[in-house]
């Protein structure tokens, strides 16, 4: 904590205040997120939506070569998993290699597996638009802390952060841009780490802290006109983090753009559309606020010991977001007036990666409509499964699952991404053509739920033990679970089940429960967010955690279809040999909802 950051140097030269004012001609904008180093990405993304500049939400790929010996193991084995960069027969390897051989493979590599950014650094390529982005959670502090002195700078991108706002005239409408980056993690908020001002990170991540916070609000108070339209851009999602949705009251935004969690499908949505009255919306800014106050309490006399008068005023700052709610019900109904307007006036859009999808705000004559592009779920494998199983349960009956054939997620996404790899396409995207019994099963079917199990498992696996079956289809909920058997012992905990998969990518854990002795089975179920991080997942098998080789692949279907798959362990995430192994005989008896 050394004082007020320097403004952003990546943009043009800033009026008082910190801001830079642009006049665009184009109307279009191109909302993303998540590009994870694929920069040139954003080219093909604003050619193919016709965008005149774009707005992207963080996790965009601040790394340089040097970057990798500050990357902590488990950071970098998260941006293997989820990079676009990497071909997916090396990232398969490198998922399951120790990380002494995953660094030099990286540091060898030819080409950039980290990110492109030292290409656009150099002029080597270019960024065809204006780029405005917030950092996200997995950046390098450094290379951002070299954007703040001026040593680094790429043209056309610009980074939004506490210091610098941006000022866009486009189809007759103002608008601000205000950002904020990095995640929201309560125990971090008052630490800067490897920052040198309010800007905080360390190991490859970054973090918000309430300085930063602080300064956003003192940045938007110097600029406030009422006659633009605001737009605060985060990495960590305002419907997620009260503090965030707090920030948005205290900054009168119109718009909040996020990043969200590996969505297929964008999210748009105001308060109102999801909350019963503004009292509910009040309570879960309360708890935003009591969570918050709670840490202030604990540490506040350290920390006012050690923080200068600048930043004590921004800490004052910090804690005004905290005290910002909406009127309670009481004072509403005494004075109507009162009524928080951004209840039902302000948007939130929470974006899907660029991989899959994105929004477009197109300005015109003072209007911002939106458009959105997701690449969805592809349902097509319940017509193959109706049309291949003539005799259904009476559970799947039941279910009224459609029989007509949808192809909306290829169909939605069209070829955007031409030179995108097999992991972020549905696994039947190259067989469109095929006739429904030789086609891959999509990763969404929940047919694709189960796979071999251990041996353990295949004595239940008949139709014989009815109730047995039943009760594990109830517990197998999520299109993106795992089975993960041969814990021997009663020392692995859900806290190392997250620690070993990561705990940013998982969304459940239940240990099945021995009904004679109340004891935790040798096995649990692991619920994923996608079906990436279900593949990378199925390449731990074999593994160790505290002295327990782990088997770990897809539960087993009752009946013990989901047999006989390439390599004897059922199929992966892109289908397996569906037509050979007989996949396509029968659905899932149950029927959820998707996961978006």
């Known amino acids: ?12 030269s800033p009026t008082q205040n910190g801001s830079n004012i642009m006049s665009v001609d184009g109307k279009r904008i191109l909302c993303t997120a998540d590009v994870r180093g694929n920069i040139s990405h954003l080219n093909q993304l604003a050619r193919d ?15 340089e070569r040097s970057s990798l010996e500050r990357i902590s193991d488990r950071t970098l084995k998260h941006l293997v998993q989820y990079s676009t960069l990497i071909p997916p027969t ?99 908020l008052f630490d800067n780490g490897e920052g040198m001002d309010t800007i905080a ?9 309430a300085l930063q916070i602080g300064q956003l ?19 960590a999602s305002p419907g997620r983090e009260g503090l965030l949705a707090q920030l948005a009251l205290m900054l009168k935004a119109d718009f909040t753009i996020s990043a969200g969690l590996h969505f297929r499908y964008g999210i748009s949505y105001n308060e109102f559309s ?20 709670h840490l202030w309490e604990a540490i506040r006399d350290q920390v006012e010991k050690h923080v200068d008068e600048n930043q004590a005023a921004l800490l004052q700052n910090a ?15 005494a004075n109507p007036s009162q009524e928080e307007q951004a209840f039902k006036n302000m948007w939130n859009f929470n974006l899907p990666d660029a991989a899959y999808g994105w929004v477009v705000l197109d300005v015109n004559q003072g209007r911002v409509s939106a458009e959105t592009k997701s690449q969805g779920f592809n349902f097509s494998y319940r017509k193959s499964n109706t049309q291949s199983n003539p005799t259904s349960s009476p559970a799947m009956s039941a279910s009224g699952l459609p029989t007509s054939s949808s192809n909306n997620s290829s169909n939605t996404m069209g070829t955007p991404y031409p030179e995108r790899s097999n992991q972020f396409r549905q696994p039947d995207w190259q067989q469109q053509a095929a006739p429904p019994m030789e086609a891959k099963v999509p990763s969404n079917s929940d047919s694709e739920w189960k796979d071999n199990g251990s041996a353990k498992d295949e004595k239940f696996a008949s139709g014989s ?125 149950t029927s959820t909802s998707a996961d978006a």
Request: aromatic share 8%; with cysteine.
């Open 201 to 209: 990170g360390g190991a490859g991540t970054m973090w918000t802290t």
């Open 465 to 589: 033990n009815s109730a047995r079956n039943s009760k594990r289809m109830s517990m197998q909920r999520s299109p993106y679970a795992i089975y993960v058997g041969g814990i021997t012992n009663n020392a692995v905990t859900e806290d190392d089940i997250r620690e070993f998969f990561g705990a940013d990518v998982i969304t459940g854990i239940r240990f099945p429960l021995d009904p004679e002795t109340r004891q935790p089975k040798s096995h649990c179920y692991v619920d994923l967010i996608d079906p990436i991080a279900l593949e990378n997942a199925l390449t731990k098998n074999g593994q160790i955690l505290k002295d327990n080789k782990l088997i770990i692949n897809r539960p087993n279907l009752p009946d013990g279809r989901n047999r006989g798959a390439r390599n004897g362990r059922g199929r992966s995430y892109r289908g397996g040999r569906a037509s050979d192994a007989g996949l396509m005989r029968g659905s899932r008896e």
């Open 274 to 293: 999801c909350q019963h009255d503004q009292e509910h919306y009040r309570e879960r800014l309360l708890q935003s606020q009591r969570s918050f106050m």
């Open 319 to 333: 804690l005004a977001v905290v005290n910002r709610l909406p009127p309670s019900r009481e004072a509403t109904m």
């Open 49 to 63: 939506t016709n965008a005149d500049f774009i707005i992207h939400t963080g996790d965009f790929g601040f790394y």
């Open 90 to 188: 090396v990232r398969k390897r490198l998922n399951s290699s120790p990380i002494e051989q995953v660094r030099p493979t990286i540091e060898q590599s030819p080409q950039p597996f980290l990110s492109e950014f030292p290409d656009f650094l150099s002029r080597a390529k270019r960024l065809e638009v204006p780029v405005y982005t917030v950092w996200g959670a997995c950046e390098d502090v450094a290379v951002l802390e070299k954007f703040r002195t001026g040593e680094y700078q790429v043209p056309n991108l610009y980074i939004l952060d506490e210091a610098t706002t941006h000022l866009l005239d486009v189809g007759g409408v103002s608008l601000r841009l205000f950002g904020l980056g990095g995640a929201v993690v309560s125990h971090k």
């Open 217 to 235: 609000v003192e940045t938007a108070h110097l600029v406030y006109n009422p006659t633009e339209v605001r737009i605060v851009v985060t990495h």
């Open 1 to 12: 904590m050394n004082g007020s950051p320097i403004p952003s140097a990546t943009s043009m």
